[in-house]
Structure formats: C-alpha cells, structure tokens
C-alpha cells in the first residue's frame, strides 16, 4: 500500500492503481488503501465505488465525504455538458442507422448484437476475450525475473567451477544448459509472458528435488578424475577452490527456493485474467476531447471501428473546431462502409482545412467514398438498421 501511495504522490497514476488493486484485493476493509485508490482510478464511477467503499466502513470518514460532494458536483456539470453535445449532434442527425441506436453493437464490424452472441454474426471476431486483470505488471514480476537471472549467474559459476576445479567439460554440461534456460526465463518473466511463468515455476520447484536425490547417487558416479596441472595450482588454489561446490550449492538452493516464494506468491496475480466482451461503448467519466481521440486512435489500430467511431463521434461533438477528428471520423466511416456519413462528415470540414496536403488527401477520401456511395447498390446503412 505504501508503494501505491508514493507512486500516486509521484504522479504515477497507472502503477498506484494496480498496487493499491491488489491491496484492496486482498484486505477489503482496508479505509486507507480505498480511500487512495479513489484518486488512482480514471473513471468517475470507479471514483464514487472507491469513496462510498470507505464511507461503508467509516461513516465519519471527513475526506471521502468531502469528494463524493464534489464529485457530484462534477457529474452534474459533466452530463449537462454531454447532455448540451450529444443533443446538438444528435439534433442535425438525419440518419437511421446503428449509429442512432441504444444498443450493443461489434466493437470490429459496428454489427448489431444480441445478449446472447459470443460470436459477432457479420464479422465472425469472438466477443469474449481474456485481458490481465491489471494493466501494468507489477514490481514482484521484476523482482522475480532479477532472481532468475541471479539463479543463471550462480550456475554459470558452478559450470565454471566443474570446468577449472573439477577438470570435467561433462559435468559443467548441466549447470551451462540451466543457465540458458533460467536467462530465457528471465526474459520471458520481464515481458510478461505467461508459458516462461509456468515454465520457471515448475523449474524452480524441480530443482530443489533433484538436488534431494543427487544424495542418493553414488559417490563414482559424481567424482571427477583430476588431471595434475602444476604444483602450485594442485597444491593451494585446488584445495582451496575445493570447497566453493558446497556454498555454491547452498546459494543455488537460497535463491530457487525464494523464486519459488515470490513466483507462487507474489507474482502470480500478474498473470491473472477477466473475460470481457467485445463491444463499441464509450468509458464513464472521460471529459476531455483529446482523450477521447487517444482511446479512438489506439482502438483502430487493434482493428476495432466501431469502437473507433464513437469516441470520435464524441471527441468531435466535445471539439467541434478540431478537423482532425472529424476527419477520423470520417474515414472510420468509410472503413465500416457509412458511406453517406463518410462524405458528409468529410465535406462539411473540406471548407475549413487550410493545409494544402491535408486538403489533398481529404479530397482524395472523399472521391473515393463518394464513388463508393454512388457504386453501392445496397448502402451499408440499411443494413445495419
């Protein structure tokens, strides 16, 4: 929780909502961490979740009564603002199609959905996806992955210590390949992928048995025949190195077995994931036009244009000066086959741009919507009604 704070007070909103998550997570009643967790989350109604948790369990809580009022105060100004917007773009709306509908529609295709479909009818895309539960991974994962990389030096060590005390190649064999294979999973740990966390676990676990029945194998078996090399090294610096096997084997231990801890019990929410289905709706409590945009430009570029389209369809009503969007918007159109919206959104905003290249590539847009709109025997609008 103290690690949520600091990075909240450090301006690090996204890191304190997850570590602040998991603490709430596992201590519901804990007033401090949802109190703070109040002014982590992006939406208004998480917010108001947060605060109205902390009155649950302090009804004198002076803060969160402070901010579920001017929270209500915000809302108000907020859906009179949208309500002013929505009207106004809604009022000149001369359509009937998808778009004027309260209804669930693909996040992909903009296709009309039934309660029932986890399959979008028109475009066949799954509805249902799994997502990590938390978005960003948190400081356990990469103290994790710095012990598997602290596991692969001390088996470097030992194949060097096999090679240069031991004199055998063979038996430095297994330590070199588990170095290998722990710096991979490191690496996959990092970025966070789920086979290298199931794969370091069951490693993890695995040594540790092993080391269990090496006691079982006879002593011939794990002796090494030494080839003399000089007085001095056989003499002094052997004898002396002579006893590294037993800390190197103590430290290996050490570090697998506090992996193990951290991998099982600290790491594992990382990789926890929530199913949530495909649709085009907009998030509660996002005010701001460019932030609106942001949400749109990353949604088209993961193929999902429905989605694109209405917040662009809202950042364009919040910014109505702002060509940019609704040129997003009108080619958004275009790509899910609106094409009477597409040419009209792009003509009311072609006597604005005075950017000759920008002019050009709109114009450019808008003659080939158009010729699509004229081509089409059957406009995409129907359809979807």
């Given at each position: 929780?103290?690690?949520g704070i600091?990075?909240?007070?450090?301006?690090?909103?996204?890191?304190a909502?997850d570590?602040?998550?998991?603490v709430?997570?596992?201590?519901?009643n804990?007033?401090t961490?949802?109190?703070?967790?109040s002014?982590?989350?992006?939406?208004m109604?998480?917010?108001?979740?947060?605060?109205?948790?902390?009155?649950?369990?302090?009804?004198e809580?002076?803060?969160?009564?402070?901010?579920?009022?001017?929270?209500?105060?915000?809302?108000?100004?907020?859906?009179?603002?949208?309500?002013?917007a929505?009207?106004?773009?809604a009022?000149?709306?001369?359509?009937?199609?998808?778009?004027e509908?309260?209804?669930?529609?693909?996040?992909?295709?903009a296709?009309?959905?039934?309660?029932?479909?986890?399959?979008?009818?028109?475009?066949?895309?799954?509805?249902?996806?799994?997502?990590?539960?938390?978005?960003?991974?948190?400081?356990?994962?990469?103290?994790?992955?710095?012990?598997?990389?602290?596991?692969?030096?001390l088996?470097l060590?030992?194949?060097l210590?096999?090679?240069?005390?031991?004199?055998?190649?063979?038996?430095?064999?297994?330590p070199?390949?588990?170095?290998?294979?722990?710096?991979?999973?490191?690496?996959?740990?990092?970025?966070?992928?789920?086979?290298?966390?199931?794969?370091?676990?069951?490693?993890?676990?695995?040594?540790?048995?092993?080391?269990?029945?090496?006691?079982?194998?006879?002593?011939?078996?794990?002796?090494?025949?030494?080839?003399?090399?000089?007085?001095?090294?056989?003499?002094?610096?052997?004898?002396?190195?002579?006893?590294l096997?037993?800390?190197?084997?103590?430290?290996?231990?050490?570090?697998?077995?506090?992996?193990?801890?951290?991998?099982?019990l600290?790491?594992?929410p990382?990789?926890?994931?929530?199913q949530?289905?495909?649709?085009?709706s907009?998030?509660?409590?996002v005010?701001?036009?460019?932030?609106?945009?942001?949400?749109?430009?990353?949604?088209?570029?993961?193929?999902?244009?429905?989605?694109?389209?209405?917040?662009?369809?809202?950042?364009?009503?919040?910014?109505?000066?702002?060509?940019?969007?609704?040129?997003?918007?009108?080619?958004?159109?275009?790509?899910l086959?609106?094409?009477?919206?597409?040419?009209?959104?792009l003509?009311a905003?072609?006597?604005?741009?005075t950017?000759?290249?920008?002019?050009?590539?709109?114009?450019?847009?808008?003659?080939?919507?158009?010729?699509?709109?004229?081509?089409?025997?059957?406009?995409?609008?129907?359809?979807?009604a």
């Amino acid at each position: 929780m103290q690690a949520g704070i600091t990075a909240l007070k450090s301006g690090r909103r996204a890191e304190a909502r997850d570590l602040l998550l998991r603490v709430v997570d596992t201590e519901e009643n804990n007033e401090t961490a949802w109190l703070w967790l109040s002014g982590a989350v992006e939406s208004m109604e998480e917010r108001r979740i947060c605060l109205e948790n902390v009155l649950a369990l302090n009804p004198e809580n002076r803060a969160a009564r402070r901010g579920l009022a001017k929270l209500a105060e915000q809302e108000r100004e907020l859906a009179e603002a949208e309500d002013t917007a929505v009207s106004t773009f809604a009022s000149t709306s001369k359509y009937n199609d998808i778009w004027e509908q309260d209804c669930d529609i693909c996040a992909y295709c903009a296709q009309k959905l039934s309660p029932e479909d986890t399959r979008c009818p028109t475009c066949g895309r799954k509805l249902l996806v799994s997502a990590y539960r938390y978005d960003q991974p948190s400081s356990n994962l990469h103290v994790l992955s710095v012990l598997l990389i602290g596991i692969a030096q001390l088996y470097l060590l030992q194949a060097l210590y096999d090679v240069i005390v031991r004199r055998s190649v063979v038996f430095a064999i297994l330590p070199g390949l588990l170095m290998g294979l722990f710096l991979i999973l490191a690496g996959g740990v990092y970025f966070r992928q789920f086979w290298a966390y199931i794969t370091a676990v069951a490693a993890l676990a695995l040594v540790p048995i092993v080391n269990v029945l090496g006691y079982f194998v006879p002593a011939e078996f794990t002796s090494a025949v030494l080839i003399p090399i000089g007085p001095i090294f056989d003499g002094v610096i052997s004898p002396l190195l002579s006893g590294l096997a037993d800390f190197l084997k103590v430290f290996q231990l050490a570090a697998v077995t506090l992996a193990l801890f951290v991998a099982v019990l600290k790491a594992g929410p990382d990789f926890e994931r929530v199913q949530h289905r495909q649709t085009a709706s907009l998030p509660r409590g996002v005010q701001d036009a460019s932030r609106y945009h942001a949400i749109a430009a990353k949604a088209a570029k993961r193929g999902e244009w429905a989605t694109a389209v209405r917040h662009w369809q809202r950042a364009a009503a919040n910014a109505p000066g702002q060509i940019s969007f609704q040129r997003h918007l009108g080619s958004a159109y275009a790509r899910l086959g609106f094409y009477e919206r597409s040419a009209d959104t792009l003509n009311a905003i072609l006597p604005h741009i005075t950017d000759p290249d920008q002019r050009e590539q709109v114009e450019k847009l808008l003659t080939a919507v158009t010729t699509q709109l004229h081509t089409s025997t059957q406009p995409k609008e129907t359809n979807h009604a």
